[in-house]
């Protein structure tokens, strides 16, 4: 519309190539207020009745990497900035440093979905490290081959919880905050 800015925000950039916040990869849920959970109920979401409620994630409004009730989210949504773009608004990292963040935890989150094909768990509608922790529950030993296979999970899962927690949930990045999660 003719009031949008030419640029596209940060938040127009960074957001719609990522969703972690979205897909089960930060968070496993969103707690609502009353009001939210009825409306969103009302909407075909599935909501967790608590003193509010809670919206499950990975969040079944989600279309590929969008939000697909963008101008009906909930409040905490709409506020919700990850670490990440939090560095971009202030200048700590760039836009394109960004963007090569989000694409390297995309492809590490398809590497330990790989891995969890490979031990045929395939419960999509869990968080994903509520999905690692059933498929190392699981069977775990049961043969050298599964064994290994759990090792490259335990690897992954663990290469991609470094990433997720300086880059985007910004914990462990010292007390002063800063650095670029790099």
Known sequence: SADQPMNPSLTDTLCTQCGLCCDGTLFADVELGRAEAVRL?????????????????????????????????????????????????????????????????????????????????????????ERCAAALAADAGATPEVSRKHAELEAAVRALDRLIETTFLGRGKGSGGEGTGS
Do not use: N, W
């Not at 398809?110 to 768990?121: I, K």
């Open 41 to 129: 109920e009302v909407m075909g979401l599935e909501i967790e009745d608590t003193d509010g409620g809670l919206l499950s994630l990975p969040c079944a409004a989600l279309q590929g990497r969008r939000c697909g009730i963008y101008a009906h989210r909930p409040k905490c949504c709409r506020t919700f900035e990850c670490q990440l773009l939090q560095d971009a608004k202030l200048g700590a990292v760039t836009a394109e440093r960004a963007a090569e963040q989000i694409t390297e935890a995309l492809g590490r989150i398809q590497r330990v979905r790989d891995l969890l094909a490979r031990l045929d768990e395939r419960q999509v509608r869990l968080p994903l490290k």
